[in-house]
């Protein structure tokens, strides 16, 4: 399937997503949350597909915002139907059951932001900004923003960051604990696809429990978690991988897991 405004690459397990409008800086648009919705759609039915790695094109931004003429236009209904529709689009990535890898490589301000924050991982060029500017504008974060931040970098730092609208320099994110990595800009994706290669080398079926598990921490206590982390410990133990990679261990070999 081809797309309006996203690129997409499939090769050796890892399909990488591209926000491709570089003249808007990849700014997001009704057509790019719907073409986001499509292709996630798209992967979740690939069964070759194991890894993401997600992208702008260009070096300046991987998604500067929203497009503020789409904005400009929203009344009070049209505004709650336009957050539900992106929230819905940034919850299917962050829940999605297989790894999100966001390869920040410039600007992710508002909707930018939000998207980083909706994927498992997020690696960052040495010149990204983060922000969640939205009251410059006179609204606040509608993706997803106020409640992913929060949880993800503690609610103090959030409302500091939503409220005055300060960006985030790529070394900061690294420090709070925004993004994993920092990279020269001309390295970012490489290095996000080396980590998609290494996961991709991995058991799939543990791969997506273990994220099931770690998903599981903002939703249930720590027994309930253990309680969860116990059960899929178990399912794991009666796969072929399972096997497989003990014996590989054993053998001293390198395991060769068929998923199953």
Known sequence: MSYQTL???????IAVVTLNRPDKLNALNAQTINDLDLVFDELKE??????????????KAFVAGADIKELNKLDTISAKEFAEKGQAVFSKIEK?????????????????????????????????KFGQP?????????????????RLINSGRAMEYILTADMISADEAYR????????????????????????????????????????AVDEMSLKEGQNLEASLFALCCGTEDFKEGTSAFLEKRKPEFKNK
């Open 7 to 13: 690129l997409l690459d499939v090769k050796d397990n």
């Open 46 to 59: 690939n069964e070759n597909v194991y890894v993401i790695v997600l992208t702008g094109s260009g070096e």
């Open 96 to 128: 999605f059951d297989k790894p999100v890898i966001a390869a920040v490589n410039g600007f992710a301000l508002g909707g930018g932001c939000e998207l980083a924050l909706a994927c498992h991982i997020r690696l960052a060029s040495d010149n990204a």
């Open 134 to 150: 939205e009251v410059n504008l006179g609204i606040i974060p509608g993706y997803g923003g106020t409640q992913r931040l929060a």
């Open 176 to 215: 709070i604990g925004l993004v994993n990595k920092v990279y020269p800009q001309s390295e970012l994706l490489d290095k996000a696809t080396e980590m998609a290669k290494k996961i991709t080398g991995k058991g799939q079926q543990a791969i997506r429990l273990a994220m099931k598990a770690v998903k």
